[in-house]
């Protein structure tokens, strides 16, 4: 059994992310979709909030689950017996940061590999800040997010009355 872990903030999980999450389902047995949950940041969905958008969007593809985790990268790995780590890579400016990330993991965990997976050109532009911030001044998030995840967003910035200007879509 082949297995990976794709770690990530997922706030909001984006049709980048997605695109990622199939090809990396056709290429390992068993993928793990897991949520960073890092005090440092203040996300704008709580870890169980992310790890239920991501189970509703990856329902359909039955060697994904879903899990959530905290602390390194590396040591939940080791602890869930994976070796090899999925990331994307958007553009010049992600490779610095994973390259030193996928460095690090591996000083750690030397039997741990990092194996990057370029973005569908569609989607090098998208990230989950961009989708908030869009979101935030009422824009139009449908080409960037499912529908389900559309409709929570919203829904979160309402809650937590962090739109700009009234919803326009
Ligand atoms: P993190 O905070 O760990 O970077 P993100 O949720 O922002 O978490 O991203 C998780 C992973 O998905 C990263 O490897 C990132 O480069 C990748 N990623 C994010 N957006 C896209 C996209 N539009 N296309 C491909 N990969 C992406």
Redesign the pocket.
């Given at each position: 059994m082949s297995n990976a872990v794709?770690?990530?903030?997922?706030?909001p999980?984006?049709?980048?992310?997605l695109?990622?999450i199939r090809r990396a389902a056709k290429m390992f047995d068993r993928l793990t979709v897991s949520v960073?949950n890092n005090s440092d940041?203040s996300p704008l969905f709580s870890a169980d909030e992310r790890v239920n958008m991501l189970r509703v969007i990856c329902r359909d593809i039955p060697n994904v689950e879903i899990d959530s985790f905290s602390g390194l990268t590396a040591d939940y790995a080791k602890q869930t017996g994976t070796d090899v780590i999925i990331?994307?890579?958007?553009a010049v400016t992600?490779f610095e940061y994973?390259l030193q990330m996928a460095q690090t993991n591996r000083k750690i965990l030397p039997s741990l590999d990092t194996v990057f997976?370029t973005?569908?050109l569609e989607?090098?532009?998208?990230?989950?800040s961009i989708v908030r911030e869009v979101a935030s001044y009422g824009g139009d998030i449908s080409e960037f997010v499912t529908p389900e995840v559309a409709e929570a967003v919203y829904k979160k910035l309402e809650d937590c009355q962090l739109v700009n200007s009234k919803r326009k879509y």
């Open positions: 794709y770690p990530g903030s997922f706030d999980v984006t049709k980048g992310h695109d990622i960073l940041k990331r994307g890579l958007r992600d994973e997976l973005t569908s989607y090098a532009y998208l990230s989950s």
